[in-house]
């Protein structure tokens, strides 16, 4: 595929007027958009491989114009910011990005303080994952639905970073943590860590080119369902054609328990 900023605009313009059918913001959400300046903790995590799927916005409301909903550049390419944006997507065709971005973390999304652009970039190539400087906000008590499936995945995360798994119950990382033999209290092996998410990413790519559309099924409820009706070793040195038609009943029985 031929990448340039052209398409990337193009397909910018398409989501914002999209938005605006929908009555919709047709900018690119902003923390402080979102949930304003109140005072919080905020807790360093460092380094880490963020899911680009993940990252829903920009911090400060300054930079969210210049983008569509989707993080594609709105502006023409021939102001500043569509040559900057140019060059950027040069780079990382040719040599990849090297500086880490620098993002905020909220209720596990992730919202850009520094590399808008190349976040852009990677988002308009279909990248899914970014090197990332870390910086957790807590939320404060009361602004979260999900408070408790929240400070569940916080747990998970102490003894397995891995940012990845976005599970839509309470109770689901403890069941993956036993699926694996393992528990929320215990530190996880690096071999351990790097081991899962190098599977749940192999099943993610596959789900989501063989087997997510038309389902509302996320691929982590999906990867836990898998799990627990296959096995951990279901994954290893497996066939990635049976493994599509095993993804496909994995869904077909979530479907049927939702009935």
């Known amino acids: 595929m031929k990448y340039s900023y052209q398409e990337a605009r193009r397909l910018g313009?398409?989501?914002s007027r999209q938005a605006k059918w929908r009555r919709k913001d047709p900018y690119l959400p902003s923390f402080e958009q979102r949930f304003g300046n109140a005072k919080r903790k905020e807790v360093p995590v460092g380094l880490m491989e963020v899911p680009v799927s993940?990252?829903?916005?920009?911090?400060?409301?300054?930079?969210?114009?210049s983008f569509a909903p989707n993080f594609l550049p709105l502006l023409d390419e021939s102001t500043e910011f569509g040559s900057k944006w140019s060059r950027l997507l040069a780079v990382q065709e040719e040599e990849g990005f090297t500086e880490p971005i620098i993002v905020y973390e909220f209720n596990h999304r992730f919202y850009v303080?520094?590399?808008?652009?190349?976040?852009?970039?990677m988002k308009y190539q279909k990248v899914p994952v970014i090197p990332a400087e870390v910086?957790?906000?807590?939320?404060?008590?009361?602004?979260?639905?999900?408070?408790?499936l929240y400070e569940e995945f916080l747990e998970f995360f102490k003894v397995a970073p891995i940012?990845?798994?976005?599970?839509?119950?309470?109770?689901?990382?403890?069941?993956?943590?036993?699926?694996?033999?393992?528990?929320?209290?215990?530190?996880?092996?690096?071999?351990?860590?790097?081991?899962l998410r190098s599977e749940y990413r192999l099943f993610k790519e596959q789900y989501l080119e063989h087997v997510s559309d038309g389902n509302d099924i996320t691929c982590s409820d999906a990867f836990l369902e898998y799990m627990?009706?296959?096995?951990?070793?279901?994954?290893?040195?497996?066939?990635?054609?049976?493994?599509?038609?095993?993804?496909?009943?994995?869904v077909r029985r979530i479907k049927y328990r939702r009935k």
């Open 13 to 15: 313009l398409l989501a």
């Open 54 to 65: 993940m990252i829903e916005g920009t911090f400060s409301n300054a930079r969210r114009e």
């Open 113 to 121: 303080a520094e590399g808008n652009k190349r976040t852009s970039v």
């Open 135 to 148: 910086v957790r906000i807590l939320p404060n008590r009361g602004e979260m639905a999900e408070r408790h």
């Open 163 to 195: 940012y990845d798994f976005d599970f839509s119950h309470l109770g689901d990382y403890r069941t993956l943590a036993r699926l694996l033999g393992k528990d929320l209290y215990h530190k996880w092996s690096v071999d351990e860590v790097r081991l």
């Open 228 to 250: 627990t009706t296959y096995g951990p070793a279901a994954l290893e040195f497996l066939k990635v054609s049976k493994m599509k038609r095993q993804m496909k009943r994995t």
